[in-house]
């Protein structure tokens, strides 16, 4: 009983921890990119805080029009067939 009880315990925390460490590390590779791209234009002090925070608050649209292009893409298909090419869509570079 007790094992099955730390086990649960276990997997509970561990379903917890790996999508908020997934997250970080998009946010470190993100904060990365940015200062990269501030180096590159030589900025420094305000100019340089100011352009990697909008760096960081950007969002990419590139991942909407993807999902609407897919999904144009499945128009048509049954539910199986079209759940299976939006993945592959969705995935693909």
Known sequence: MNKLLIALV??????????AAAAENKQNTK?????????EKKLEGADRKAFVDN?????????????AEC?????????A????????CMKAA
């Open 81 to 88: 067939d079209a759940d299976k090419a939006r993945s592959e």
């Open 31 to 39: 904060m990365t990119t940015c200062q990269a791209q501030a180096s």
């Open 71 to 79: 999904n144009a893409k499945t128009k048509g298909m049954s539910k």
């Open 10 to 19: 276990v997997g509970i925390i561990g379903s917890v921890a790996l999508p």
């Open 55 to 67: 760096c960081l608050k950007a969002k990419p649209a590139k991942s909407q029009n993807k999902m």
